[in-house]
């Protein structure tokens, strides 16, 4: 069965530090992978995807994800976090659907939460 | 950028109750889906819509849920009946190939 594991809960790191959050997905093909971030009360932003080519993916607000075949996983990287990048952050698969090419659901994590200190 | 529109934002509602929650999809995406996030937890998969019909669904979505799109544009889903443990937020998300997904802001869902 598809499943995302995101293993840390909740991570704290100093302002100006680097960050990676760490995603593993079980998936039996290639996958569709996505990392979303949510603030308190607000909706989910996209932050990259990917789905073929390049396994280093850039995405917005200077973070970057890095598909690794062979260790299952789609970890999320920022060489220094701001202040307003504290909120929830989620990694998600897509599965693909019976129609061919397109994917037929996201498979969520639990989410990462992450707080930044000054 | 195209969005998905959800309406509306907050809904409070009695158990027992009836109510249709609102989404307006990105016009040329074909791909339809329902998500829910309980307070507090992960997003989780409702239902998926292509073609006018159901294509998958979750053991979530019993049949206290329909979800329909009546007029060509706007796609809704319905709770027949809600209950307490229907307070969540719920997600519309559109899909197309190359693109992605793109979610809705999400409709707070409070049932008392």
């Known amino acids: 069965a598809q499943s995302v594991t995101q293993p840390d809960i909740h991570i704290t790191v100093s302002e100006g530090a680097s960050l990676e959050l760490r995603c593993n997905y079980s998936?039996?093909?290639?996958?569709?992978l996505f990392w979303y971030v949510q603030s308190p009360g607000q909706g989910l932003q996209l932050l990259l995807k990917?789905?073929?080519?390049?396994?280093l993916v850039q995405g917005i607000k200077g973070f970057e994800a890095e598909f690794k075949r062979s260790q299952s996983s789609f970890n999320l990287r920022k060489p220094s976090v701001h202040w307003s990048d504290a909120a929830e952050y989620f990694c998600?698969?897509?599965?693909?659907?019976?129609?061919?090419?397109?994917?037929?659901?996201?498979?969520f994590g639990t989410g990462t939460l992450l707080a930044v200190q000054p | 950028e195209p969005e998905v529109t959800q309406t509306p934002s907050h809904q409070v509602t009695q158990m027992g109750q009836e109510v249709i929650l609102r989404c307006v999809p990105i016009?040329?995406?074909?791909?339809f889906y329902w998500y829910r996030q309980i307070l507090g937890q992960k997003v989780e998969f409702l239902v998926s819509?292509?073609?006018?019909?159901?294509?998958?669904k979750s053991e979530i979505f019993d049949d206290q849920f329909s979800v329909e799109r009546p007029d060509g544009s706007n796609f809704t889903l319905k709770i027949r009946s809600t209950k307490l443990e229907d307070s969540a937020m719920y997600f519309c998300?559109?899909?197309?190939?190359?693109?992605?997904?793109?979610f809705g802001s999400g409709t707070r869902l409070t049932v008392v």
């Open positions: 016009s040329n995406h074909l791909y």
């Open positions: 819509f292509y073609n006018n019909e159901i294509s998958e």
């Open positions: 998936y039996g093909a290639t996958p569709y």
């Open positions: 998300a559109t899909y197309q190939p190359n693109y992605g997904y793109t």
């Open positions: 990917y789905f073929s080519g390049d396994t």
């Open positions: 998600a698969v897509g599965a693909r659907s019976s129609y061919g090419g397109a994917t037929n659901k996201l498979i």
